[in-house]
């Protein structure tokens, strides 16, 4: 079993307090976050950005694996996702939704593509992690 890591340090309350991220890989190294940025839209990362990150990440390496293994090898594949996070769902913050827009530069058939495409929006281990709505807006060409 492949086993990552990230951690977080968090102190003072919710809306005054202040944290740090950080992943094991040093890739993140103490990286702040707190309220404002989270929820008013203040500068500095937040979870659902880095859910948003990890998200098209994952989704990008997925789908190139699905086109391989159609013998269809991408030039480049662009991939975003956006994570809307609804602050009173249920009374309590919920990820309600991850919007995936992605541009694929590829030499083959558009209509595979286009399949493999969608079946790496419910394929892909985030997207498995995901307990929301996923749509996707793929652009080929």
Same mark, same amino acid.
């Given at each position: 079993?492949?086993?990552?890591?990230?951690?977080?340090?968090?102190?003072?309350?919710?809306?005054?307090?202040?944290?740090?991220?950080?992943?094991?890989?040093?890739?993140?190294? &103490?990286?702040?976050?707190?309220?404002?940025?989270?929820?008013?839209? /203040?500068?500095? +990362?937040?979870?659902?950005e880095l859910?948003?990150?990890?998200? &098209?990440?994952?989704?990008?390496?997925?789908?190139?694996?699905?086109?391989?293994?159609?013998?269809? !090898?991408?030039?480049?594949?662009? &991939?975003?996702?956006?994570?809307?996070?609804?602050?009173?769902?249920?009374?309590?913050?919920? !990820?309600?939704?991850?919007?995936? +827009?992605v541009r694929?530069?590829?030499?083959?058939?558009?209509?595979?593509? /286009?399949?493999?495409?969608? /079946?790496?929006?419910?394929?892909?281990?985030?997207?498995?992690?995901?307990?929301?709505?996923?749509?996707?807006?793929?652009? !080929?060409?």
């Amino acid at each position: 079993m492949i086993k990552k890591t990230g951690s977080a340090i968090w102190g003072g309350g919710l809306k005054d307090g202040r944290g740090t991220i950080s992943t094991k890989s040093g890739a993140l190294d &103490a990286v702040p976050y707190g309220f404002g940025a989270r929820f008013e839209g /203040q500068p500095g +990362t937040n979870p659902e950005e880095l859910i948003g990150a990890a998200h &098209a990440a994952c989704y990008a390496m997925f789908l190139s694996a699905l086109m391989g293994d159609a013998d269809i !090898v991408p030039d480049k594949i662009e &991939a975003s996702s956006v994570i809307s996070l609804d602050p009173e769902t249920d009374g309590s913050p919920t !990820v309600v939704k991850a919007a995936l +827009t992605v541009r694929i530069e590829a030499k083959g058939d558009s209509d595979k593509i /286009q399949s493999l495409a969608e /079946q790496a929006k419910e394929g892909c281990p985030i997207s498995k992690l995901l307990n929301c709505e996923k749509t996707l807006d793929v652009t !080929v060409g």
